[in-house]
């Protein structure tokens, strides 16, 4: 087989993350001989921390090749070539010189695959703690939220009616309760396909917003380019559009706008984020995404946002605003087909 057509098949199998690892190591240990030039006497052994993988009648006799394996510099195993039939003296031993350099480039490619498999392993299992953790507040918030709208609705039944100040008060909780469980019903239906669409989650992050928050001035631009862009599902990722909207409301009050630009940019789909409030404090920025940071409330708002993110593989940070005085959230996030 020509080299460049082996090394294209490898690669394309290496690329296979949607299939077991088991299944990707077992076929790569089955298409090793392929490049070797005496096929037919050609066995591979692969060791690695998760088991060993091997074609069958392995022996590692006189005539082996081998290499290690690494894994962001640490070893984490070794590849063996041997042939189980004595075969004519070349360069090393029964090999070529270009049979050396191929087992140092399989073994390099193979380290870069299990470090990529581990990376969305973690990923992976970080995007399902997410959703159980968010399954979990969803349930208790739901559960404490009936008790405190019975509670206000309880109050306004008591207090006599002259109280107008009191009885508004107990309307603007009731709505606020609302609202919350508005969104909380929302997130609690959602479909068993998550959205891959980013303006589909955009658009509705938005409609929710403008029904929680009539107030709340919201524009959103988008280029032709990023109107059909994917992303990897989430059921979460909405929810990041959200706690920003929110957060705006929080912090501008009255007159608060935001306005949602979103483009692609070096194969990418960027969202900024940004509002015309009084920025965030210089003593807050350099600790503002991680946990218990908050200009007020628990601080888990951008924490949360960008754990979401990353579960995606995106980021998300805050801009230097330059002359503009709001703040700015730019979000990335890597497209898919």
């Known amino acids: 087989m020509h080299l460049m057509i082996y090394l294209n098949n490898v690669i394309r199998l290496f690329s296979r993350i949607d299939k077991p690892l088991h299944e990707v190591l077992m076929t790569f ?18 060791t690695l921390d998760i088991g060993v993988y091997q074609t069958a009648n392995f022996e590692a006799g006189p005539w082996t090749l081998s290499h290690p394996i690494y894994v962001a510099d640490e070893e984490v195993g070794k590849i063996e070539v041997s042939y189980i039939e004595e075969r004519p003296e070349a360069d090393h031993g029964p090999f070529l010189h270009g049979e050396v350099i191929l087992i140092k480039t399989l073994a390099t490619e193979l380290g870069h695959f299990l470090e990529r498999w581990e990376l969305l392993s973690q990923r992976e299992q970080h995007r399902r703690d997410l959703e159980l953790y968010t399954s979990i507040l969803r349930h208790d918030l739901a559960n404490d939220l009936s008790v405190l709208m019975t509670n206000t609705e309880l109050i306004g039944m008591l207090v006599p009616e002259e109280f107008t100040d009191v009885h508004e008060r107990v309307r603007s909780t009731l709505a606020v309760c609302e609202r919350v469980a508005d969104l909380l019903n929302l997130l609690s239906t959602a479909p068993a396909e998550p959205e891959t669409l980013l303006m589909g989650v955009i658009e509705r992050a938005v409609e929710r917003a403008r029904a929680a928050w009539p107030e709340l001035n919201i524009h959103v631009k988008v280029t032709p380019g990023a109107k059909s862009a994917r992303v990897l599902p989430s059921r979460l990722l909405g929810t990041v559009i959200d706690n920003l909207l929110r957060n705006v409301t929080q912090h501008v009050g009255e007159s608060a706008e935001v306005t949602i630009s979103v483009d692609v940019e070096d194969g990418k789909i960027v969202a900024l984020v940004s509002d015309n409030g009084p920025g965030i404090d210089p003593a807050v920025k350099p600790h503002l995404f991680e946990r218990g940071t908050s200009t007020q409330g628990g601080g888990l708002g951008l924490y949360l946002c960008r754990q979401i993110v990353r579960a995606v593989g995106g980021e998300i940070v805050l801009v230097e605003s330059g002359g503009h005085s709001g703040a700015t959230f730019r979000i990335e996030l890597p497209i898919t087909t």
Do not use: D, F, I
């Open 29 to 46: 240990v089955h298409m090793v001989p392929e490049g070797w030039q005496y096929p037919e006497v050609t066995r591979v052994r692969l």
